[in-house]
């Protein structure tokens, strides 16, 4: 599999010094080791790298070498840099504040992603939707910029992979995949460690709320779906739910799709709701995503909609249960 890292990448690094290395709103592992290896890679080379979220960090990924060092949007004078970094990120409104075309001066983006979805929104675009991760993908580009992996480096790529992969179970998880991961390894990534402190942790309080979100299941037609209101967040003491509850419905062995829907506000307090969609081997949440405004991959995807919970839920389950007809007729055909 020929991952070719672009030339103009390379020479943007090479030929500048200032970099902000940024990612997606609701950042996930991928998302945070990314701009924390990318950030780390390029102190290594001895350039100026900061690593900016556009919210806090989450507490799931505080115990990332340099979580402690990223930067709130409101705190960076983003024309200030050379280059964007753009990490894991389909289109620039996944970026939420981050993205503010008016006051960065025409600062450029670099954009490096696995999302099949992404609309190469950069200067310089590398996007490798065969690749678990883009955590792979910055472990490839180092060998192309001769950048040492330290044992920091390879602990955030390796934690990008494993999240992406559920620990090497997707259908992404190739000999590639495993040679790098292989790699980060002997560059001192503790395996155990990362998937201790990833997927066999589960706060209480997550627990809890799971206990009272679970009640609002339904079935139909081999789509499967839950909702999360702002209450059932707030009484658990939550900011937001966590992504392994669309993986345990996913696995109900009558549904082909799940959906997870929770209930929130955008920066005016106008309702949204936050949709993540799973899907089984040979079917696809991708495309409907992407229709929708949102991006991902096949098997698991999301999108961000105006309006109230009861509203977009009878939407886009119809819109699944459609989506999932259509895909078994083709699967049939």
């Not at 006051?103 to 609309?119: A, K, M, R, S």
Request: hydrophobic share 40%.
């Amino acid at each position: 599999m020929n991952h070719s890292v672009p030339v103009e990448l390379i020479a943007a690094i090479h030929s500048h010094n200032d970099f902000l290395c940024v990612s997606h709103v609701s950042a996930d592992g991928d998302a945070y080791g990314s701009v924390l290896g990318m950030t780390r890679l390029l102190r290594n080379l001895g350039l100026r790298a900061t690593p900016v979220m556009p919210e806090s960090v989450s507490t799931y990924f505080a115990f990332l070498p340099g979580a402690e060092q990223v930067l709130l949007p409101e705190a960076v004078d983003v024309a200030a840099y050379d280059f964007i970094i753009c990490l894991d990120t389909s289109s620039p409104d996944r970026m939420g504040a981050l993205y503010r075309p008016e006051e960065q001066g025409g600062t450029p983006l670099l954009v490096i992603d696995h999302h099949v979805t992404n609309t190469y929104f950069g200067a310089v675009n590398w996007v490798e939707p065969k690749c678990a991760a883009t955590c792979q993908m910055v472990a490839m580009l180092a060998d192309a910029l001769d950048a040492p992996i330290d044992v920091e480096a390879a602990t955030c790529l390796l934690t990008g992979i494993v999240t992406d992969t559920l620990c090497f179970r997707t259908s992404s998880t190739t000999p590639e995949v495993m040679e790098v991961a292989t790699k980060l390894q002997r560059k001192g990534a503790n395996l155990p460690w990362i998937v201790q402190n990833t997927l066999n942790r589960l706060p209480f309080r997550i627990l809890r709320l799971w206990g009272d979100v679970l009640p609002s299941v339904q079935l139909r037609e081999r789509v499967i779906w839950a909702t999360v209101t702002q209450e059932q967040l707030h009484a658990a003491g939550c900011e937001d739910d966590d992504p392994r509850l669309n993986s345990v419905l996913a696995s109900v062995e009558e549904a082909d799709m799940s959906a997870i829907f929770t209930e929130k506000r955008d920066e005016t307090g106008r309702p949204i709701v936050e949709c993540s969609f799973r899907a089984k081997p040979g079917f696809n949440v991708g495309d409907l995503a992407f229709q929708l405004g949102g991006g991902g991959h096949a098997p698991a995807s999301g999108c961000t909609l105006p309006g109230s919970l009861a509203e977009v839920v009878e939407h886009v389950v119809t819109l699944l249960i459609e989506e999932r007809r259509r895909q078994k007729m083709e699967l049939e055909a």
